[in-house]
């Protein structure tokens, strides 16, 4: 993958509907072809990620194992210049795991916050479903939010934020059912 993919590369500022309406395309198709040259096939997922990364919707990815999902959402970070993390979901993992936590800094004499992995554009939330509802639920709302409160102080997350989560269709066991609504299906 080459570094050098801009978006926005030899396009006019939008004027109206129109031309915003072909800009989105002219991104959607730009952004599709630098993907597809790491992704083999899977067209369906790279249209329905590009839709929801450009509509900043948080999808669920249902797919067998090691058919690419990491892959796919590691080149989309990179495509766009995202800053990308990756959560294993584990049934010990706890909120603080994702949001972070203040870690005193002796120099400074200071708490300092130590930021968890839900700080990035692009997360891939691996196998969801393994992790007990509390820590489910502090996704959730970091998704819907935006932000996420440490010890009584609200953060913003960076923009965009966008969730890819997985959860493993054949290995159901150990694992908490999933708080499915705020999924968008694209
Ligand atoms: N469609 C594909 N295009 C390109 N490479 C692929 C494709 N499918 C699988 N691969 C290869 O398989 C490897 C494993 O893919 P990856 O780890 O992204 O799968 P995964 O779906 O995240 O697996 P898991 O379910 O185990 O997490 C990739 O590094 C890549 O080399
Ligand atoms: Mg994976």
Not at 133 to 142: I, M
Request: charged residues 20%; neutral net charge.
């Amino acid at each position: 993958m080459e570094a050098g993919f801009s978006p926005n590369a030899g396009m006019p500022a939008p004027t109206g509907s129109q031309d915003l309406i072909g800009t989105v395309s002219a991104i959607s198709t730009s952004l599709m072809g630098e993907v597809s040259k790491v992704i083999i096939g899977k067209n369906e997922n790279l249209r329905r990620v590009t839709v929801g990364i450009l509509s900043n919707g948080n999808m669920l990815l249902e797919d067998f194992p090691g058919l690419a999902k990491t892959l796919l959402a590691n080149t989309f970070a990179r495509a766009l210049g995202c800053k990308f993390k990756r959560v294993q979901f584990t049934p010990d993992l706890l909120p603080s795991d994702i949001m972070g936590t203040y870690m005193y800094d002796q120099k400074s004499g200071e708490f300092k916050l130590r930021a968890g992995p839900l700080f990035s554009n692009i997360l891939l939330a691996d196998e969801i479903n393994r992790a007990p509802p509390k820590t489910q639920a502090a996704l959730l709302e970091a998704m819907e939010e935006k932000q996420v409160t440490i010890e009584g102080i609200t953060h913003k997350l960076p923009a965009p934020f966008v969730v890819l989560a997985t959860q493993n269709p054949i290995e159901q066991e150990g694992t908490y059912p999933l708080l499915r609504l705020k999924w968008t299906d694209f």
